[in-house]
């Protein structure tokens, strides 16, 4: 089991930046990859970036690898999502997730459902 818990969204100027934090609990975190996904509503869930708790690889959607940094501090069993340069497009709930590594072999990166663990949310709102 998996406990996620985000914070650090809220209401921010076009331009701006912003860190998401996820506090990460559970057993073998080291047996997860863990990331970031949002959502706007009546648009489904959108892949943002992952990384593997354990190791460097990191992985990221097309449309915000330029912008957004994920990272992690295994210390703090913390996970972050830097965002640069806000746009107002950027609004949306932002989950944080996990996903078994030896249960989602093969499967891609972005696909929502094969993330098992997901965290409450938190709002991300970018004023133009």
């Known amino acids: 089991q998996v406990q996620l818990a985000e914070s650090g969204g809220g209401l921010v100027q076009a331009g701006g930046s912003l860190r998401l934090s996820c506090a990460v609990s559970?057993?073998?975190?080291?047996?997860?990859?863990t990331g970031w996904f949002r959502q706007t509503p009546g648009k489904e869930r959108e892949f943002v970036a992952a990384?593997?708790?354990?190791?460097?690889?990191?992985y990221y959607s097309n449309s915000v690898v330029d912008r957004f940094t994920i990272s992690r501090d295994n210390a703090k069993n913390t996970l972050y999502l830097q965002i640069n340069n806000l746009k107002p497009e950027d609004t949306a709930v932002y989950y944080c997730?996990?996903?078994?590594?030896?249960?989602?072999?093969?499967?891609?990166?972005?696909?929502?459902?094969?993330?098992?663990?997901w965290g409450q949310g938190t709002q991300v709102t970018v004023s133009s």
């Open positions: 559970g057993r073998t975190l080291s047996a997860y990859i």
């Open positions: 997730v996990a996903r078994a590594i030896y249960k989602t072999q093969g499967v891609p990166i972005d696909q929502a459902r094969s993330y098992d663990y």
């Open positions: 990384v593997r708790w354990s190791g460097n690889r990191t």
